[in-house]
């Protein structure tokens, strides 16, 4: 179900009055509502602890007018386009969020009283929140500026889309385990922290960066030498369409590791906590734009920041082994990693293909069990 062709995959058009725009809005505006509703309906299953608190009072009217206008979008759609699939997926998604809503009458946004343990929860409203976020930001880049004509809806979209939606709702999990080790370790060296907390806020973010990406380039470049690491790592360059979404196929051992290493840097050298948001913040914004599918132009960035030509090479199928910087490709000319042909990759993707590997549960499985290539 989740490899393999996608029923969004057709040869309508996408321009203007093909129904695509309105279809493509009113579904993803529908999957986040009713999400959100979900939330809702059941605040202690799939809100995180902060929305539970702090939601503001018209969340659910915003909702209601949320789901009226993905579903209006889907009927517009449906009226416009032959394939039915965008504007179906718009009003069962309204259809659900309405439904949810409805359970939720009674119930409030906020956690039940009395609570002290905290229950294990899945974060459907940070899914829903990055989601639409992500795809509202980076999906208008790709169709002004595309590299190739690909739909935004691709094959294997629903695999890339299963493991955007694993590392949303497990934000719990992660939240516990990437900051723990480098804690302990800060906790036994104090003092590096009042040296680093004394600086001014903007070079502290900019030291985040740095520091985060000299860690991250290291066990980067470890996952691609060190034959059980790369193991999970190999799934990330198992996408063979580039794109927005594509970044998120990363294995949860993959991301756990090279989180809380780069926690630990973070963490012994104490920054400020407002630096490390600052840094998380353009971290996921800067992973997810250099997997997109878009050939703007940012030759002037290139030797400054990873564009997403710098990072297009990592995944390149003919070329191996080069660019491991997620942030500053001089790490790469420094460490002798550097390579910058002129022009794109043929095709992306691991060298010997991904036979087997494709779809969510046998990418998850799949390296505990043996290797990808
Ligand atoms: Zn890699
Ligand atoms: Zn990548």
């Not at 939330?39 to 939601?55: I, K, L, N, S």
């Not at 935004?152 to 992660?174: I, M, N």
């Amino acid at each position: 179900m989740m490899g393999g062709m996608s029923p969004f995959v057709t040869d309508e058009p996408h321009s203007l009055g093909s129904g695509w725009i309105s279809g493509t809005i009113g579904a993803s505006l529908g999957i986040a509502a009713a999400a959100l509703c979900v939330c809702v309906a059941f605040p202690d299953w799939f809100a995180t602890p902060f929305a539970r608190e702090h939601a503001p009072a018209g969340t659910r009217a915003l909702l209601v007018a949320a789901l009226g206008v993905a579903a209006a979008l889907g009927l517009f759609s449906l009226c416009l386009r032959r394939k039915k699939t965008l504007g179906m997926v718009a009003l069962a998604a309204a259809a659900t969020g309405a439904i949810a809503l409805a359970f939720a009458r009674s119930a409030r946004v906020e956690s039940s009283p009395g609570a002290s343990v905290e229950l294990p929860w899945l974060a459907l409203d940070v899914f829903a929140l990055n989601l639409v976020l992500y795809a509202a930001v980076f999906v208008p880049v790709e169709r002004l500026r595309p590299r190739l004509s690909q739909p935004t809806f691709r094959v294997e979209w629903w695999t890339d889309l299963a493991w955007f939606a694993s590392s949303a709702l497990l934000v719990q999990v992660t939240a516990v385990l990437v900051p723990a080790p480098g804690l302990a370790l800060a906790a036994a060296l104090p003092k590096v922290a009042e040296f680093a907390r004394a600086l001014p806020l903007v070079v502290q973010f900019a030291l985040v960066v740095l520091c985060a990406d000299l860690v991250q380039y290291w066990v980067h470049r470890a996952c691609h030498r060190v034959p059980f690491l790369w193991r999970f790592h190999a799934v990330h360059h198992s996408a063979e369409a580039m794109d927005w979404l594509a970044g998120s196929r990363l294995h949860l051992v993959d991301a756990l590791l090279t989180r809380a290493l780069v926690f630990a840097a973070i963490a012994v050298l104490g920054f400020d906590l407002r630096a490390v948001a600052a840094y998380l913040v353009f971290v996921g914004a800067q992973a997810t734009f250099v997997h997109c599918n878009t050939a703007l132009r940012l030759s002037w960035l290139e030797p400054f920041l990873v564009t997403p030509r710098f990072h297009h090479w990592h995944h390149a199928r003919e070329l191996q082994d080069v660019n491991f910087a997620v942030h500053l490709p001089w790490l790469d000319r420094l460490f002798g990693t550097w390579s910058m042909p002129s022009g794109w990759p043929q095709g992306y993707g691991l060298a010997g293909g991904a036979k087997g590997w494709r779809g969510f549960w046998r990418q998850m499985v799949g390296p505990f069990v043996g290797r990808a290539s």
